[in-house]
């Protein structure tokens, strides 16, 4: 049971560079969503999921789209990557309904993006 | 609109003292709320549900209403304590707040 897999662990872009960071779960789990981690900051959401085809935006949405085939996959797009973009990734899962959320969340082990 | 509030950008304390690390938070709803904690550029880790009322390394946090705050206290701090403390709180469906952390140095 893998959990959470984030891929790739770290990259470096270009400003106006596109690039896909993917996220995988295999618990199951109907729940994902993205958040970056920026000092002082805390974890803020960019976009999230409750299901397969939907999803819907979160706090910090500007710069990033994604799309849910599958039960398993979350990737999050780059489109034209930007200094501001330069963060932590982290993708995490859960269940809903009758089993969550009320067991937390399951982290990913981050995506470090640095833009230059 | 939710928001999850950690006055606390750093707290340092010494091994064996008390620590207590403060999350206050603004819901309309009743709230259900975690503790997570990251070690050092590791992935977020559950800490604390609100609900099972369970104690982890040590850790406890008790909800008050009144207050709205949901502080974690631990009555002696360890070295391997050490590491990024955030309160969330669950809003909508599923979606969790978070609040800007609190780093815990526990030296020596």
């Known amino acids: 049971n893998a959990g959470v897999t984030q891929t790739p662990k770290f990259q470096v872009l270009k400003t106006g560079q596109s690039m896909t960071l993917q996220c995988a779960q295999d618990m199951n789990h109907e729940y994902m969503s993205w958040y970056r981690q920026d000092p002082g900051m805390g974890l803020r959401l960019i976009h999230y999921s409750v299901g397969a085809g939907i999803t819907d935006q979160g706090e910090v949405p500007n710069g990033y789209n994604v799309s849910r085939s599958t039960t398993e996959d979350f990737p999050l797009r780059l489109l034209s990557a930007a200094p501001s973009q330069t963060s932590v990734y982290f993708c995490a899962s859960s269940p809903v309904g009758d089993r969550g959320p009320f067991f937390g969340y399951t982290f990913g082990s981050g995506t470090r993006l640095t833009v230059v | 609109a939710q928001r999850v509030t950690q006055p606390e950008k750093l707290l340092s304390v010494f091994k064996g003292a008390p620590v207590e690390l403060k999350c206050n938070y603004s819901?309309?709803?009743?709230?259900?709320l975690f503790w997570y904690v990251q070690y050092s550029r590791q992935r977020l880790q559950l800490l604390l549900r609100h609900i099972s009322r369970e104690s982890i390394k040590g850790f406890t946090a008790d909800l008050n209403k009144g207050e709205t705050s949901f502080h974690l206290k631990k009555p002696f701090a360890q070295e391997e304590d050490s590491a990024m403390y955030y309160c969330a709180l669950i809003s909508g469906y599923s979606t969790l707040t978070f609040g800007k952390g609190t780093m815990l140095l526990v030296s020596p």
């Open positions: 819901y309309s709803g009743s709230p259900e």
